[in-house]
């Protein structure tokens, strides 16, 4: 019966993307637009964004190796390197490692961490853009040093926007395979630096993105965000070196997080709900149909499964303690559920994390609400105080405050080994902090070989007390003093005392990224051309539409072999 259901959604989600697309794509034979030079083969064009502009809705733009220092060109939408506004491009690079789309001046060695070979801007710059189209593919390509503006703003690295700040859904399906992120450079812990290494906004999906790398990030290394149902998969990514390995601000539904390594960053990863222009908040992990059993075998669409959080202590990052919640991140903490609701978090292993393993805590948002969505205002949370609110002497700066409690999250099955070697009281593989709410969080079948370490204690928190649908709350005492010290004093100040001690930020050192997979064959699925001349050169136009459709049959049967398949199924 499961088999016949999964084929039957397969089967008509192709179908619906082949009427679609299928009659457009024949009328137009993808072409295959090529870049700089392949194996001595000369392509027709020099630059990336001259190609792609260029180019008709599903051609293929191919890129031979050297390091493209992209700037765009004049009067565009989205301040970036390569802007992609036209839907179903396929961007793909001959080789991961030496296809560079660069940030930093012309005639500069690649990637350069030198600050005199940076391109500063006032508003900053992005790398490469898919803007407000659906289908997209980014594959095989590097990107680095597309930095924020000198106030902050933009620098993000590769990032498909459906729409940023907006508060509404601008993009459909969209696909990133063997894509690395990094930049090389950044002033210290402050502006310019790159932001985001691999981001998402405000799109609808289905997407994927799969072996991917990203580093060296003020904000974060990977972000899927300002989507109530993501139907997204972040799955085989590596994120280090930043502030968050990995944040999703109101994120939610049909969401997948799966075999990922996220290591010496601040915190290896932080979705939450904020009351921003992320919006509409909360990041709420139900399936959007009541009715729906997810994987996760309940209502819980958004799943985080055999992740492997480790040596998440690095308070020598870009970004933090210049300001904002990622500037804010709770040092030396695996991951933190911050504000959210109905995440489950399924076999994750958690190692070295001096603070917490997991952290469960609720989110005092302290933010304007979205000015350009204002009906949208503290959706999901419960409003404090309103915008314009004074200071209350040192412990409140003024501004609205959205309070957004964490509850309904099931964190189960999951591993630990040394976590909370700090030693501050409240330090442990496992924390809650959230105030009561019915339902409250549960936690079940956790274990450390060294004993499992919690607050509210490990027998406590594992009991009936704390099983799921249950009314329960955290320890808001002890703990959530200890998460405001790790926080450098997010929300009031910490004292200075032998117990509440935290690593301090010296100095920021960045690196290149390692050299990771490449592709192993990148003219696969290309339409014939004289880079791959052995793909068949008869039908142009029947083998571009056969890639584009497999392409949408791969994300569609992704998507659904994740929702169905149960959590107890060995991986």
Same mark, same amino acid.
């Given at each position: 019966?499961?088999?016949?259901?999964?084929?039957?959604?397969?089967?008509?989600?192709?179908?619906?993307?082949?009427?679609?697309?299928?009659?457009?794509?024949?009328?137009?034979?993808?072409?295959?637009?090529?870049?700089?030079?392949?194996?001595?083969?000369?392509?027709?064009?020099?630059?990336?964004?001259?190609?792609?502009?260029?180019?008709?809705?599903?051609?293929?733009?191919?890129?031979?190796?050297?390091?493209?220092?992209?700037?765009?060109?004049?009067?565009?939408?989205?301040?970036?390197?390569?802007?992609?506004?036209?839907?179903?491009?396929?961007?793909?690079?001959?080789?991961?490692?030496?296809?560079?789309?660069?940030?930093?001046?012309?005639?500069?060695?690649?990637?350069?961490?030198?600050?005199?070979?940076?391109?500063?801007?006032?508003?900053?710059?992005?790398?490469?853009?898919?803007?407000?189209?659906?289908?997209?593919?980014?594959?095989?390509?590097?990107?680095?040093?597309?930095?924020?503006?000198?106030?902050?703003?933009?620098?993000?690295?590769?990032?498909?926007?459906?729409?940023?700040?907006?508060?509404?859904?601008?993009?459909?399906?969209?696909?990133?395979?063997?894509?690395?992120?990094?930049?090389?450079?950044? #002033?210290?812990?402050?502006?310019?630096? /790159?932001?985001? @290494?691999?981001?998402? =906004?405000?799109?609808? +999906?289905? %997407? &994927?993105?799969?072996?991917?790398?990203?580093?060296?990030?003020?904000?974060?290394?990977?972000?899927?965000?300002?989507?109530?149902?993501?139907?997204?998969?972040?799955?085989?990514?590596?994120?280090?070196?930043?502030?968050?390995?990995?944040?999703?601000?109101?994120?939610?539904?049909?969401?997948?997080?799966?075999?990922?390594?996220?290591?010496?960053?601040?915190?290896?990863?932080?979705?939450?709900?904020?009351?921003?222009?992320?919006?509409?908040?909360?990041?709420?992990?139900?399936?959007?149909?009541?009715?729906?059993?997810?994987?996760?075998?309940?209502?819980?669409?958004?799943?985080?499964?055999?992740?492997?959080?480790?040596?998440?202590? #690095?308070?020598?990052?870009?970004?933090? /303690?210049?300001? @904002?919640?990622?500037? =804010?991140?709770?040092? +030396?903490? %695996? &991951?933190?559920?911050?504000?959210?609701?109905?995440?489950?978090?399924?076999?994750?292993?958690?190692?070295?994390?001096?603070?917490?393993?997991?952290?469960?805590?609720?989110?005092?948002?302290?933010?304007?609400?979205?000015?350009?969505?204002?009906?949208?205002?503290?959706?999901?949370?419960?409003?404090?105080?309103?915008?314009?609110?004074?200071?209350?002497?040192?412990?409140?700066?003024?501004?609205?405050?959205?309070?957004?409690?964490?509850?309904?999250?099931?964190?189960?099955?999951?591993?630990?080994?040394?976590?909370?070697?700090?030693?501050?009281?409240?330090?442990?593989?496992?924390?809650?902090?959230?105030?009561?709410?019915?339902?409250? #969080?549960?936690?079940?079948?956790?274990?450390?070989?060294? @004993?499992?370490?919690?607050?509210?204690?490990?027998?406590?928190?594992?009991?009936?007390?704390?099983?799921?649908?249950?009314?329960?709350?955290?320890?808001?005492?002890?703990?959530?003093?200890?998460?405001?010290?790790?926080?450098?004093?997010?929300?009031?100040?910490?004292?200075?005392?032998?117990?509440?001690?935290?690593?301090?930020?010296?100095?920021?050192?960045?690196?290149?990224?390692?050299?990771?997979?490449?592709?192993?064959?990148?003219?696969?699925?290309?339409?014939?051309?004289?880079?791959?001349?052995?793909?068949?050169?008869?039908?142009?136009?029947?083998?571009?539409?056969?890639?584009?459709?497999?392409?949408?049959?791969?994300?569609?049967?992704?998507?659904?072999?994740?929702?169905?398949?149960?959590?107890?199924?060995?991986?």
């Amino acid at each position: 019966m499961r088999s016949k259901l999964r084929s039957a959604v397969v089967t008509t989600a192709l179908l619906t993307f082949v009427t679609a697309t299928g009659l457009a794509a024949s009328t137009h034979a993808p072409a295959v637009l090529r870049v700089g030079s392949y194996k001595g083969i000369a392509g027709q064009y020099s630059t990336v964004q001259a190609a792609v502009l260029a180019a008709a809705p599903g051609d293929w733009v191919l890129v031979g190796p050297g390091d493209y220092k992209e700037e765009g060109f004049k009067g565009m939408d989205e301040a970036s390197g390569v802007l992609i506004e036209k839907p179903y491009l396929h961007l793909r690079g001959m080789n991961r490692n030496t296809v560079i789309i660069d940030g930093t001046k012309a005639g500069t060695p690649v990637c350069s961490g030198r600050k005199q070979n940076q391109t500063f801007t006032k508003d900053g710059m992005n790398g490469v853009v898919a803007f407000k189209v659906d289908g997209v593919s980014i594959e095989n390509l590097t990107a680095c040093n597309y930095l924020t503006g000198t106030s902050g703003g933009e620098g993000n690295e590769i990032w498909w926007n459906g729409g940023d700040g907006s508060g509404t859904i601008g993009m459909g399906r969209y696909w990133g395979d063997y894509i690395t992120a990094t930049s090389t450079y950044s #002033n210290g812990f402050a502006n310019p630096r /790159g932001e985001y @290494g691999i981001f998402v =906004s405000n799109a609808k +999906g289905p %997407g &994927i993105i799969d072996h991917s790398y990203a580093s060296n990030m003020g904000d974060a290394a990977y972000y899927i965000g300002a989507c109530p149902d993501c139907n997204a998969i972040l799955r085989r990514a590596h994120g280090q070196f930043s502030a968050l390995g990995f944040s999703g601000t109101n994120a939610g539904g049909h969401l997948i997080i799966e075999r990922n390594e996220f290591d010496h960053n601040a915190i290896g990863a932080a979705p939450d709900s904020q009351n921003n222009d992320d919006a509409p908040s909360p990041n709420s992990g139900r399936c959007p149909n009541p009715n729906e059993i997810s994987a996760a075998g309940t209502n819980s669409c958004s799943i985080w499964r055999y992740n492997f959080f480790h040596d998440n202590n #690095n308070p020598n990052v870009p970004g933090l /303690g210049t300001g @904002g919640l990622a500037g =804010s991140a709770p040092v +030396g903490t %695996g &991951i933190a559920l911050a504000g959210i609701e109905y995440h489950t978090l399924y076999k994750n292993r958690f190692e070295n994390n001096g603070s917490w393993g997991v952290l469960v805590t609720d989110l005092p948002d302290q933010e304007d609400p979205p000015k350009d969505v204002p009906s949208q205002n503290c959706n999901g949370g419960i409003s404090v105080l309103p915008t314009g609110a004074p200071a209350i002497g040192p412990l409140y700066s003024g501004g609205a405050l959205c309070y957004f409690q964490a509850f309904g999250n099931d964190v189960r099955g999951n591993t630990f080994v040394n976590n909370g070697f700090y030693k501050n009281p409240g330090n442990a593989d496992i924390a809650d902090i959230g105030l009561p709410h019915n339902p409250g #969080n549960c936690f079940s079948g956790n274990t450390d070989p060294a @004993g499992l370490t919690a607050y509210p204690p490990a027998a406590l928190l594992q009991s009936d007390l704390y099983a799921c649908n249950r009314p329960n709350g955290g320890d808001v005492t002890l703990t959530l003093l200890q998460a405001n010290c790790a926080t450098r004093g997010l929300l009031f100040p910490c004292p200075d005392t032998p117990l509440t001690h935290y690593p301090p930020s010296t100095l920021v050192t960045l690196r290149m990224s390692p050299r990771q997979p490449t592709m192993p064959d990148p003219c696969k699925g290309v339409p014939a051309n004289p880079w791959c001349p052995r793909n068949g050169s008869t039908s142009y136009g029947v083998t571009g539409t056969v890639a584009t459709v497999a392409g949408a049959a791969w994300i569609v049967l992704g998507a659904a072999l994740v929702r169905r398949r149960p959590l107890d199924r060995r991986h």
